[in-house]
């Protein structure tokens, strides 16, 4: 079955630790994303891709880093730098098609989440 | 003020009840999601709406635009609908990076 695959699914590291969260999707969709959810907020965008070799920062990139080498692949690094790390991240995917401005976002499709806690 | 608004933010139900959860927004939309999060944390998509209404199941997406508002109804409610309901919009323009989400509206519903 396709779907989205997110591991570890719990994650304890040490301050000063870069850890890096893994998503994989066999869904063949063209753009992937990290959120990184908190208590009481809602889904806040971390980095989102939309083709193979590009990223873009989404609203709270600070202290994260991605890459996008394989359509199927967006691993997520959270690094030293990013000062309040402990969170629940999720990785999602949709299609994309440049050119469809205006029209309806495509369905976005997500793993089961990522928990981190930094002791 | 936050650009996505649910309400109410709980909601405790019996078995049975009908349901409306709330969601008004205040900026311009391409399109409206309705997400399913379980207490395990994955979350499903139920909905993608742009106008008008949906229908899948026991459950009902509306949207109108003109008010900057939508509702998911859940209709016959069951305790395996308990989860945290999500409304999500995504501006107008191109970019798939720009959903703006709500906070939730965290639902229970008793046996």
């Known amino acids: 079955d396709g779907g989205i695959t997110q591991s570890p699914k719990y994650l304890f590291r040490k301050e000063g630790q870069n850890v890096t969260l893994s998503c994989e999707q066999n869904?063949?969709?063209?753009?992937m994303y990290w959120y990184r959810q908190d208590p009481g907020q809602g889904l806040r965008l971390i980095y989102y891709?939309?083709?193979?070799?590009?990223?873009q920062k989404g609203d709270i990139a600070e202290g994260y880093s991605v890459s996008r080498e394989k359509k199927e692949s967006f691993p997520l690094t959270v690094t030293s730098a990013q000062k309040n790390p402990t969170a629940f991240y999720l990785c999602?995917?949709?299609?994309?098609?440049?050119?469809?401005?205006?029209?309806?976002?495509?369905?976005?499709?997500f793993g089961a989440g990522s928990r981190l806690t930094v002791l | 003020k936050n650009e996505v608004e649910q309400s109410p933010q709980n909601l405790t139900a019996q078995e049975g009840e009908f349901i409306t959860i709330n969601c008004s927004y205040s900026?311009?939309?391409?399109?409206l999601h309705w997400l399913q999060q379980h207490p395990g944390g994955g979350i499903v998509s139920l909905f993608m709406?742009?106008?008008g209404k949906k229908k899948h199941g026991r459950l009902i997406a509306t949207i109108n635009i003109q008010e900057k508002h939508s509702s998911l109804h859940i209709t016959a409610s069951h305790p395996r609908d308990s989860a945290v309901y999500i409304c999500?919009?995504?501006?107008?323009?191109?970019?798939?990076?720009?959903?703006?989400f709500g906070k939730g509206t965290k639902l229970s519903v008793k046996p």
């Open positions: 999602a995917s949709s299609t994309y098609a440049p050119g469809q401005l205006g029209s309806g976002a495509n369905v976005l499709t």
């Open positions: 869904l063949n969709h063209d753009a």
């Open positions: 891709s939309q083709i193979v070799n590009d990223f």
């Open positions: 900026v311009g939309i391409s399109a």
């Open positions: 709406l742009s106008s």
């Open positions: 999500a919009v995504k501006g107008g323009g191109g970019s798939q990076g720009n959903l703006i």
